[in-house]
């Protein structure tokens, strides 16, 4: 059984950081490109960031160069490095393990991240 668990998530004032956790179990974890989406209220939930088995990185847009999403595959453990954060950053943020066609396959239950200004 594939479990994907989220953890760091919090409250925190514009201009602070936060680093959120994915501990992943029921995969082979270094075979796996891992990602992080995010939701806010009232609006679809969207990419933020994924990295590949060799530690290729991409962002959306609106993260780009305050964000950092990394992995230790011997942790099984994805990680993103949030820096500069803004009120428009307040979402719940999920781990996923996309599939071969870079689809989510699997997502954890998310963990929430609320920026105040």
């Known amino acids: 059984q594939v479990q994907l668990v989220e953890s760091g998530g919090g409250l925190v004032q514009a201009g602070g950081s936060l680093r959120l956790s994915c501990a992943a179990s029921?995969?082979?974890?270094?075979?796996?490109?891992m990602c992080w989406y995010r939701q806010a209220p009232g609006k679809q939930r969207d990419l933020v960031a994924t990295i590949t088995t060799g530690g290729s990185t991409n962002y959306a847009d609106s993260v780009k160069g305050r964000f950092t999403i990394s992995r230790d595959n011997a942790k099984k453990t994805v990680y993103l490095q949030m820096n500069s954060l803004k009120p428009e950053d307040t979402a719940v943020y999920y781990c996923?393990?996309?599939?071969?066609?870079?689809?989510?396959?699997?997502w954890g239950r998310g963990t929430q991240v609320s920026v105040s200004s």
């Open positions: 029921g995969i082979i974890f270094r075979i796996n490109v």
């Open positions: 996923a393990v996309l599939s071969a066609n870079w689809q989510p396959r699997y």
